[in-house]
């Protein structure tokens, strides 16, 4: 089964960017679609984006965000650019063992531990 490890995270100021990594291991990587996900303090978890046979975006982070996948080295990546206070969260990355790119947190098998995300004002 494919473990995840995400990396990347940290505190950033608003306008800056930060590039979230989540490292698969296991094989079979390239047969799994990889969503990113995220939950910030007294809020439900929220899908944030993903990457199977096609990509989809959160409306909030729509034209901001890009998730990204490198299959050779089994990584998938979430590059955030003009990050915003209301993006502060933990992050986790997520697989599900097919590519249907879904926002439904509760299709995907394996989670990674997460990665703070801290967006000062």
């Known amino acids: 089964q494919v473990q995840l490890v995400e990396s990347g995270g940290g505190l950033v100021q608003a306008g800056g960017s930060l590039r979230l990594s989540c490292a698969a291991s296991g094989r079979s990587f390239s047969n799994y679609a990889m969503g990113w996900f995220r939950q910030a303090p007294g809020k439900e978890r929220e899908f944030v984006a993903v990457i199977g046979w096609n990509k989809y975006y959160a409306d909030s982070v729509k034209g901001r965000f890009t998730i990204s996948r490198d299959n050779a080295k089994n990584t998938v990546y979430l590059q955030m650019n003009s990050l915003k206070p209301e993006d502060t969260a933990v992050y986790s990355c997520?697989?599900?063992?097919?590519?249907?790119?879904?926002?439904?947190?509760?299709?995907?098998?394996?989670w990674g531990q997460g990665t703070q995300v801290t967006v000062s004002s």
């Open positions: 997520a697989a599900r063992a097919d590519l249907m790119p879904d926002s439904d947190y509760n299709t995907y098998d394996v």
